[in-house]
């Protein structure tokens, strides 16, 4: 059985992720958006995810642990 792989975005106008889970941001955002992941194999479904912060590349973005 081959493993089912599904990405989402929390806010897609400003972080989109595609089906291979890179992710691009589409515009500035001082808010976080959430890009969550989920497995289904052999009846098992594991889900993670990360906080990413769409920035204009001049200053740090603030990472959450």
Same mark, same amino acid.
């Given at each position: 059985?081959?493993?089912?792989?599904?990405?989402?975005?929390?806010?897609?106008?400003?972080?989109?992720?595609?089906?291979?889970?890179?992710?691009?941001? $589409?515009?500035?955002?001082?808010?976080?958006?959430?890009? @969550? $992941?989920?497995?289904?194999?052999?009846?098992?479904?594991? @889900?993670?995810?990360?906080?990413?912060?769409v920035?204009?590349?001049?200053?740090?973005?603030? $990472?959450?642990?």
């Amino acid at each position: 059985e081959q493993p089912v792989i599904y990405w989402a975005s929390s806010d897609e106008s400003i972080a989109t992720v595609d089906e291979m889970g890179y992710v691009k941001g $589409v515009k500035t955002s001082e808010k976080p958006v959430t890009i @969550t $992941v989920e497995l289904e194999y052999l009846g098992e479904t594991f @889900t993670d995810e990360c906080i990413v912060y769409v920035n204009d590349g001049k200053t740090a973005g603030e $990472v959450a642990q």
